[in-house]
């Protein structure tokens, strides 16, 4: 009978160090694997004046990029779509597009949107984000200009700003008064800073680098 209680217990504790390693095993394999994913960056964005803000949204899962013959490809100079903003802020927010999926809100062109982005769209309007047009559509493919921009990421800033650096720029009187005061914020925060010609173009198209950029500055200004 005591021989049998000392076998059992012989072959509890080996079960039990079994499990532990296999648990090391496990965290080590884990770790190696996301590793290897983060080690997987852009190639074509050496020349990028936005590199690191790149390589942070990628490695962090905020963006994404497109594998092609090997190789993966973030496209910095492509204009960012309204579609791919919803997608990233949502990511970035950590909400649960889960919630989203069955939610049905009525906009004009919700049924035009792809299934993929169409979560994103609809956590980002419900959480009153994003807006739609005038006319009741989100046209998840049309580009964003950076007035557009300021007008999404500012009222998301809990801090104020009253540096007035937004008088430092040639063309701010091409803002459109809908959007001037949340440009002014982006600006004095300097999440957008301009071009070094001293022009914000508040009416150009916001690139895939850019939009890297102004979520990597606004995710410093939370810490």
């Known amino acids: 009978m005591m021989k049998t209680k000392k076998l059992s217990l012989i072959a509890g504790i ?3 160090v079994m499990i532990v390693l296999l648990t090391v095993v496990y965290a ?3 770790g190696n694997s996301a590793s290897a994913e983060k080690a997987v960056l852009p190639c074509d964005i050496e020349e990028s004046f936005a590199k690191d803000a790149i390589e ?3 490695e962090n899962g905020f963006m994404q990029t497109e594998s092609k013959d090997g190789n993966a490809y973030f496209f910095p100079q492509t204009e960012a779509t309204k579609g791919e903003i ?5 990511t970035y927010m950590e909400i649960d597009i889960k919630e989203y999926e069955n939610v049905t809100l009525g906009f004009a062109d919700e049924e035009q949107i792809s299934p993929e982005l169409l979560p994103y769209v609809r956590a980002a309007l419900s959480g009153g984000y994003i807006k739609l047009f005038s006319d009741y559509t989100y046209r998840a493919d049309a580009p964003v200009t950076r007035e557009e ?5 500012a009222p998301l800033c809990q801090i104020g700003a ?3 650096k937004s008088e430092n720029f040639s063309d701010f009187n ?7 005061d949340n440009v002014k914020k982006i600006v004095d925060l300097d999440i957008m800073i301009g ?6 173009r508040p009416k150009s198209a916001v690139t895939r680098e850019e939009l890297a950029l102004v979520l990597y500055r606004f995710a410093q200004l939370e810490k």
Not at 86 to 90: D, E, G, N, T, W
């Open 86 to 90: 919803a997608k990233v802020l949502i």
């Open 162 to 164: 009253s540096a007035g």
């Open 149 to 153: 921009i300021a007008d999404i990421f």
């Open 56 to 58: 942070w949204a990628v």
């Open 174 to 180: 091409e803002v459109s008064l809908y959007f001037e």
């Open 195 to 200: 071009y070094p010609d001293g022009t914000l």
């Open 14 to 16: 080996s079960v039990c």
């Open 28 to 30: 080590v394999l884990s």
